[in-house]
């Protein structure tokens, strides 16, 4: 275990290799014997290897270069369709039109997605988390015909790895957990176990290349402005409304 979750990292670098559909069933099959909620498995995964299907995704995902060059792209879906359609058909009233719904679906395909980046991983594989999935969520939902109670909620690029990956900071143990009961630590221990960020190299060019005075301020400034997180939320919200979970 130690030697796969000390050196794991993210593969953004694809080599131009299929990856069989074979092999990305065996790892869906592995992986979904992940943890589910009440054990109705209320996630979708909707798997993209066509090179024209993969390139209209891939704007989605702001053409990043990791969903450029992956083989595969995995769209993970929270998904209360297939269930309420078996309650229905099974003379049960489904009552999962609601938000409470969607997040238990989302909790599912999250694990789901977690425990296909584990298995690929041990597979030889690299994946990467496409974090913009939330961003284009409406757009993807148009691409992968997306009925309703189904939302697209994590994404992965998958593929051989074209080279080892450098490994990205963490924070130290001690920032996460806690004992008992919530630490509430003082500013100046928020600002030492921020330490190793704000002091890693990628980071400290980030924070010059963007003009700023501190790594926070690229992340509050220039990643995840509250101005787009005002404007996607709203997106995200109108979307669960067209899909009937609100």
């Known amino acids: 275990m130690d030697k796969y979750f000390s050196s794991r990292a993210t593969v953004r670098d694809f080599r131009n290799e299929d990856v069989p559909l074979s092999l990305i069933e065996s790892i869906l099959e592995a992986a979904m014997r992940a943890p589910t909620c009440g054990n109705m498995q209320l996630y979708s995964v ?19 270069p990791a969903a450029i060059g992956a083989p595969v792209i995995l ?3 929270a998904d209360f369709n297939r269930f309420s359609r078996w309650c229905r058909l099974s003379d049960a009233k489904p009552g999962y039109d609601n938000f409470l719904s969607f997040l238990t679906a989302t909790t599912d395909a999250v694990i789901l997605a977690q425990q296909i980046t584990t298995i690929a991983e041990m597979e030889g594989l690299g ?6 999935v939330t961003y284009n ?3 993807i939902s148009e691409l992968l015909s997306l009925p309703d109670l189904v939302v697209p909620v994590a994404a992965l690029a998958i593929g051989w ?3 080892t990956p450098e490994r990205c900071e963490r924070l130290p143990l001690e920032a996460c957990m806690h004992l008992e009961r919530y630490r509430d630590d003082s500013d100046a221990k928020v600002m030492e176990l921020f330490k190793a960020k704000d002091e890693f190299g990628p980071n400290a060019r980030f924070v010059a290349e963007n003009g700023k005075t ?18 996607v939320s709203k997106a995200l919200l ?9």
């Open 46 to 64: 909707i798997v993209t290897r066509e090179p024209e299907a993969r390139r209209a995704l891939a704007e989605t995902h702001f053409n990043q």
């Open 75 to 77: 769209t993970i879906c």
């Open 127 to 132: 994946t990467c988390w496409l974090g913009t």
């Open 137 to 139: 969520a409406a757009r």
């Open 161 to 163: 790895p074209a080279s």
């Open 214 to 231: 501190s790594l926070a301020q690229v992340f509050t400034d220039v990643r995840y402005p509250e101005a787009m997180n005002v404007e």
């Open 238 to 246: 109108d979307l669960l409304r067209d899909k009937k979970f609100l």
